[in-house]
Each structure stands twice: as structure tokens, then as C-alpha cells.
């Protein structure tokens, strides 16, 4: 790996020696030691991705400050200053301890461990940002530190005294690309490898469909494929998600065919790669991670449901199931072949009464391509008859020769109304308009009327006003 090289580290002379301890140790300011492992609980000592070191990183002792997370920075040993004053790297995020879900033997343990993804212990950017080190000792030397912190003030970031962390240091080849812990355990002088990946079918794929991976691995030294297994993984906005693993065969090739992936973007937060690291379980050599294989996994859109009364004037909803993180969902309601809303829910409109209903989701990515997938159809049902909520009412003289008019109120839905005037509560023929027209024969007598209303998709409702006497 030469990607190191980039940022501008030169090789320095007067490095440590992995032979003896660091000028500054044992850290007068540490409460202990660390140890590293990768993702499969195998401790390491050196390796060759200097962005990213580990996965785990334990401490080697109890924390007798109550601390319930773990977190971790990197500092540069300067000649000629207390350890803590060291130029840190910023904190990064906590992780909670003890970790059930680490593999052995980190998940029996109590010391406090970091559990890290894919984007932690990068030392890589820490180097870019710091002034290099030439002093005998100093030059390319490193030092890894875990605190422990928690609610309420507690675990030893909070320590009233000197000693706050736990440390480790390691020894940096620029030139070569790997690095080498030197305290408090003396970094593995075995060969390196090389981890290689690809995927088929190339570029992406839809959610769903099977996606093969296949790693490479050698050791550059000997050009020999030393035994072990890869693990292969897939990362979304920076989360590392484990999809499984296989031994490498004696040409040092692993493959693994997966039809679970999560679906991600070409380009952008959501976007998706993979990683393979190689394992060795021969000895005298050491584990390697592939670069990133950029892959875009294009959402599929599952078919939705319909839930509700499936009836004019109620409220329908759509199911599909949630989206994965970085997949967005929109909805499409038609009534036959007519498009009548949007929305995960729909107030059903009278106009889709005796009509087939259904229901259209789409999902996308926001740069793939749109997925859609459609319900199965529901009959919609006659609505409930209308029911007035403000009383129709009659406006007038109330005198032989006069007008009277009638308002036909408010309704539950928008409607059209058709009239029939009462005298003394019976039908008066022809009287079927908004008004009426008082004559002597109705002289005496009560006059009042009654309002149908009628919305389309739904049952028709009525409502009488009140009646008044015809002077």
C-alpha cells in the first residue's frame, strides 16, 4: 500500500526502535496499556492500512472510574513535553462496554474496548495534519490512546488527576505504507499481504439479486497465498455491515455470493462500497484490507397493500414496508386508470365510488434508478348518506302574497341539493325549487321544506326545517 505517500510524510531518519520502549515510556499520565484486534477477536500488532489500524482496541485494566463508553485519539509525541501535552487528535465517538456482540475474547471481557467501524483508528489523516517529528525517538512515532467517559461526569476522561487514558505507541514506515506497535508489545516482522476485490455482476445491482464477491489475496514478499478466510463487508454512510465470510483456496481466492445487500446511491452520503480483509490462519504472515469497491445497490419497491374500509369519504392507507436508510418512498393513488392522490393515506373521493382502487409505490435512492411496484385493487363501496351540520331554515315574511326562500344549510360533504315545500308536513305538488310563493290557501296553515342533499359516491341525505305559520 503506497497511498500513505499522498500526504506528504517523509521518511525520516533516527526513528524509534521497535527494540526498545519509546522515550516516554511507560506514560507517566496512563492508567495502562492497550491492545489492538481486527474484526474477527485476533489481536494485531502491525499492519499495512494506515486508515485503519484495527477494529478493536482493549485496555489492560479495569476502569475504576465508572465509565460505561469507551473513545479514542491519537497524540504525537513531541521531544521535550509532558505526555500530556502531546498535540491530540480530536475525540471521535464513544462506543458502549462491555460489547456481548465483539467476537472472542473481547465479549467476556470487562476492561473497557472500543469497538470501531470502518472510518475509525484512521492514523493516516492524523499524520497529514501534524508537523513531522526528526528527533532520535520521535521521527514517525505515534501514540494511540483510549479514554472512558459516560452520563453524570463519570470514567477517566474525568479523573481528577494525572492519569486520564490508556496508550499505546506505533512505529510508521511512510515509504511502505505500514505501521508497527512498539509499546507496549514489539510489532510481528512477518510478511505482509495483499487483498484484492471484485464483484459480479460489475458496478450494481438491483436490491435483491444475488452479487458475488470475490478477494484475491497474496503475500508480495514470496508471492505464495498463505491459508486464512476474508471477510467481506458492505459500508453506507460510514456504517459497516457484516455480510459473511469464506476460506481462500490455494490460489488464494475467497468468494462470497450475498442477495441481502442494503440499497445505496451511485454518488453522494448514500452511496456504498465494499471491503474484503484477509485473515491468515498460516503463521509468519500478516492480514491485509482490500481498497474500497465503490457498488450501487438500486432500491426494488416491494408490493404495497391497502388497508381501510375501502369506502367514499374514508381514509385509506397505503403499506409498503419501511425503506432502508437513504431510500425515500412516494405514493400514487388511482381510481381505474385516473389519478386521484398522494400520499401514504387518502381521504377516498366520492368520484371513486364503484371504481377499482389502487395503489402505486415507488421508492428510489435519490440518483439510481425509480423502482415501483403496484396493490392489488379494491372495490370502493357507497359512502355513508350525508348528514347536515348546520339545520336548513327558512328566510321570509311568512305572509299570504310573499316569498319565502329556503337555506339548505351545511353538509359533510360538498353537495347538490334538490327542494320540497311542506304544508302542514305534506307535499306540496310542483313545490320543488328554493322558493315559494305564499297564496290565501296557505293561509293559517304551517309551512316548511325539506332539503335533499346528494354528493356523488355517496348515499343521499335529508334535513326539514322548522315550519312557520302563514300569516
Not at 45 to 60: C, K, P, Q, R
Not at 354 to 377: Q, R
Not at 416 to 433: C, D, E, P, S
Request: charged residues 10%; contains cysteine.
Amino acid at each position: 500500500m503506497t497511498a500513505i505517500a499522498a500526504v506528504a510524510v517523509p521518511l525520516l531518519v533516527g526513528s524509534a526502535s521497535a527494540a526498545t520502549n519509546p522515550p516516554w515510556e511507560p506514560d507517566v499520565d496512563a492508567l495502562g496499556t492497550l491492545k489492538f484486534f481486527n474484526s474477527a477477536g485476533v489481536q494485531v500488532t502491525s499492519g499495512n492500512n494506515l486508515a485503519h489500524l484495527f477494529d478493536y482496541a482493549e485496555a489492560s485494566s479495569a476502569d475504576t472510574f465508572g465509565g460505561t463508553k469507551a473513545e479514542m485519539n491519537f497524540a504525537q509525541p513531541v521531544p521535550n513535553t509532558p505526555t500530556g501535552n502531546f498535540p491530540p487528535s480530536s475525540i471521535g465517538h464513544s462506543t458502549a462496554f462491555p460489547n456481548a456482540s465483539a467476537p472472542a475474547p473481547l465479549n467476556t471481557g470487562t476492561n473497557p474496548v472500543f469497538s470501531g467501524t470502518a472510518l475509525d483508528a484512521n492514523l493516516q489523516s492524523f499524520i497529514a495534519a501534524q508537523t513531522p517529528q526528526t528527533a532520535p525517538g520521535f521521527a514517525n512515532m505515534w501514540q494511540i490512546r483510549l479514554y472512558t467517559t459516560g452520563p453524570g461526569g463519570v470514567g477517566s476522561i474525568n479523573n481528577p488527576g494525572n492519569q486520564t487514558y490508556w496508550d499505546a505507541d506505533v512505529l510508521v514506515d511512510p515509504t511502505a505504507g505500514t505501521w508497527q506497535e512498539v509499546y507496549p508489545e514489539q510489532g510481528s516482522t512477518t510478511k505482509s499481504t495483499t487483498t484484492t476485490l471484485s464483484a459480479s455482476p460489475a458496478n450494481s445491482a438491483p436490491q435483491g439479486a444475488p452479487v458475488t464477491l470475490t478477494a484475491t489475496e497474496v503475500s508480495p514478499s514470496d508471492s505464495t497465498h498463505p491459508a486464512g478466510t476474508v471477510e467481506f463487508d458492505q459500508v453506507v454512510q460510514g456504517i459497516k455491515t457484516k455480510l459473511g465470510s469464506a476460506a481462500v483456496n490455494t490460489a488464494g481466492v475467497a468468494t462470497f455470493t450475498t442477495s441481502t445487500l442494503l440499497p445505496s446511491a451511485p454518488s453522494g452520503p448514500n452511496s456504498a462500497k465494499f471491503t474484503a480483509t484477509f485473515s491468515p490462519t498460516a503463521s509468519g504472515y500478516t492480514g491485509s484490507t482490500s481498497a474500497s469497491l465503490p457498488y450501487t445497490v438500486n432500491p426494488v419497491a416491494t408490493k404495497p397493500t391497502i388497508s381501510g374500509a375501502h369506502q367514499a369519504g374514508k381514509t385509506e392507507t397505503c403499506n409498503e414496508p419501511t425503506p432502508d436508510f437513504g431510500v425515500t418512498a412516494s405514493y400514487a393513488w388511482l381510481a381505474g386508470t385516473t389519478k386521484i392522490g398522494t400520499g401514504a393515506k387518502l381521504t377516498v373521493p366520492g368520484s371513486a365510488f364503484n371504481k377499482e382502487l389502487t395503489c402505486v409505490a415507488s421508492v428510489s435512492d435519490g440518483g439510481g434508478p425509480v423502482s415501483s411496484a403496484t396493490s392489488d385493487a379494491v372495490k370502493v363501496l357507497l359512502g355513508a348518506k350525508l348528514t347536515v351540520k348546520t339545520k336548513p331554515t327558512l328566510s321570509g315574511r311568512h305572509r299570504v302574497g310573499t316569498t319565502e326562500r329556503v337555506k339548505h344549510g351545511t353538509w359533510s360533504q360538498n353537495a347538490k341539493f334538490k327542494y320540497q315545500w311542506l304544508l302542514n308536513g305534506k307535499v306540496i305538488r310542483h313545490a320543488t325549487k328554493s322558493s315559494l310563493k305564499l297564496t290565501r290557501a296557505d293561509k293559517g296553515k304551517k309551512i316548511s321544506c325539506r332539503v335533499t342533499a346528494h354528493a356523488t359516491g355517496f348515499a343521499n341525505g335529508t334535513a326539514t326545517t322548522s315550519s312557520v305559520k302563514v300569516r
